[in-house]
């Protein structure tokens, strides 16, 4: 099966899409999230999300919602989880693995952390979880962007903390 479809209790609908091997022995599939009124979050459309999920049933508890289905919270298997803001269409990371290689050293970093960015801060509950996000939730469109200035930041750092002499 390479397309695994689920109806979330907010009404939006999860189709996971298998994206073949992309390390030996490990298939990696991508998220499509679509809502009512045409609402879509793509960001997770080119991102591996779940891994060897052979059986559907990552596919069928990566996704927590809230009560209310307005707040959803995305584990993956691969590089961390996200809160996702269905009602606004807004995404943002909140435990993620930042890798940076630093070609001088030919030396490679793996760091897994809570991003902090732009003193962003805010509760949010989803069943059975209380999160602390300390970076803010943007449109699906505007993320990348922001998620690569933050990585910028990131990286600039842990040279400076890292490779300095």
Known sequence: MNTRQITLANRWTATFQNIGEFRMGVEGW?????????????????????????????AN?????????????????????????????MIAPHRVTIRHHHDAYDETLALYEQPAFKRARQYISVVGKHIYL???LTRD??????????????????DELYFAT
């Open 30 to 58: 991508s998220l499509l999230l679509q809502g009512p009124d045409n609402q879509t979050i793509k960001y997770f459309a080119d991102q591996i999300v779940l891994a060897n999920d052979e059986d559907g049933h990552q």
């Open 61 to 89: 508890t990566c996704i927590l919602l809230s009560v209310d289905g307005v707040y959803g919270y995305l584990r993956t298997a691969i590089d961390g989880d996200w809160v996702i803001d269905f009602a606004r269409g």
């Open 141 to 158: 469109e505007d993320f990348p962007n922001l998620w690569e200035e933050y990585l910028a930041i990131r990286k600039r750092q842990l």
């Open 134 to 136: 300390t970076f803010p």
